[in-house]
């Protein structure tokens, strides 16, 4: 598939990826990840919203910007390029299920303002495959315990699921954190007893998941340039036996199957969103291949920069170490790889 950027969509990755360059350097996400408890500075986050890419998907009537999922998919490869920390992603999903659901325009309002934080608490099991009971509504109230709740300790309000329905519950809650390996991304155990506002069944969430396939994949992507070209840099400075390490054969073939899964990851990414704008028939499955495939490609991309790096790869002090975490982090939240692939499955009739 031949996929090219619009003008206006090429000006919006290139103003994205200055924006991210000027406000997210890496020492910053160092920071955050080793001393800010939140996970993200307010500040920037209040920047966001001036930006508009937290209303990136929804429609102006809510001060969004009206755009689709292809614009979601440059802003968040830049986002990846960046390792920038922060619930962007998960309030992005959130708003687009509140206007999914209908009749929340002043909490979107405040949501595209970055006035309040809204994430979605789906897993009632603490790993896949493991017996939990179901949250559930009893006397109008939502009882139970979510699993890696998206920045549960920072939210305003959650997008709760229960068997058969999407609840909006108001906090504050009850967090006990839950650490994963990126120090960037924030997650907890929420015990509920809260009173609920039922939003609608959980087919709501059906086009919902999809973007959160096409938001993980393209973070994804962009982990996986940035890392490519850190050590594309490295193997061309780097020298053993009075010759850069670049031009030994057997490093250059891992460098092009470097290249390869990044650049079909890209094929990949773009071609669900573009099934995605379009509510082209695949939809489902390209969206599902997507994150599956990306999920497998950073791991290799990621994992191959480190070794390339020898020693140093593995040490605190490069950069390298934060990418590969976020990718791994990534790669098991909004779908695993097992179960995208199962919905791939699934997608195609099987």
């Not at 405040?110 to 939990?132: C, E």
């Not at 549960?152 to 009850?174: E, I, M, N, R, S």
């Not at 020298?239 to 460098?255: E, K, T």
Request: charged residues 20%; glycine residues 10%; proline residues 3%.
């Amino acid at each position: 598939m031949k996929f090219e950027l619009s003008e206006d969509q090429a000006l919006l990755r290139q103003s994205t990826r200055d924006f991210l360059t000027s406000e997210y350097p890496i020492e910053k996400s160092r920071a955050i990840i080793e001393q800010n408890r939140r996970g993200y500075e307010p500040a920037e986050w209040a920047r966001l919203a001036e930006m508009g890419y937290l209303g990136l998907t929804l429609p102006p009537a809510v001060g969004g910007q009206g755009l689709g999922a292809i614009e979601l998919a440059i802003v968040l490869e830049e986002v990846g390029r960046a390792c920038m920390p922060g619930p962007y992603l998960d309030a992005v999903l959130a708003g687009v299920l509140l206007h999914a659901a209908g009749g929340q325009e002043a909490l979107l309002k405040d949501l595209t303002a970055g006035n309040r934080l809204v994430t979605i608490a789906r897993d009632d099991a603490p790993f896949s495959g493991t017996a939990a009971a179901a949250t559930r509504v009893e006397s109008g109230r939502i009882r139970g315990t979510k699993y890696f709740v998206p920045f549960a300790a920072q939210v305003d309000a959650l997008l709760v699921t229960t068997p058969d329905a999407l609840h909006l519950v108001d906090g504050p809650f009850t967090v006990t954190p839950m650490e994963t390996l990126d120090g960037a991304q924030r997650f907890g155990r929420v015990t509920f007893d809260h009173a609920a506002t039922r939003l609608g069944g959980l087919d709501l969430l059906d086009r919902v998941e999809q973007l959160a396939g096409i938001g993980a994949a393209a973070t994804l992507l962009g982990i996986m340039s940035r890392s490519l070209e850190t050590t594309l840099q490295y193997v061309q400075t780097r020298s053993a036996f009075q010759r850069p390490i670049g031009s030994f054969q057997a490093l250059q073939h891992r460098l092009a199957e470097m290249l390869l899964k990044t650049e079909s990851t890209r094929s990949a990414v773009y071609f669900a969103a573009w099934c995605y704008d379009t509510r082209d028939a695949e939809t489902a499955l390209a969206c599902a291949a997507a994150k599956a495939y990306a999920g497998d490609a950073s791991r290799l991309v990621c994992g191959e920069s480190i070794q390339m790096h020898g020693g140093i790869g593995f040490t605190w002090e490069l950069d390298l170490h934060i990418y590969f975490k976020r990718a791994k982090t990534l790669e098991q939240h909004y779908g695993s790889t097992e179960v995208q692939l199962e919905r791939a499955l699934q997608a195609a009739g099987y």
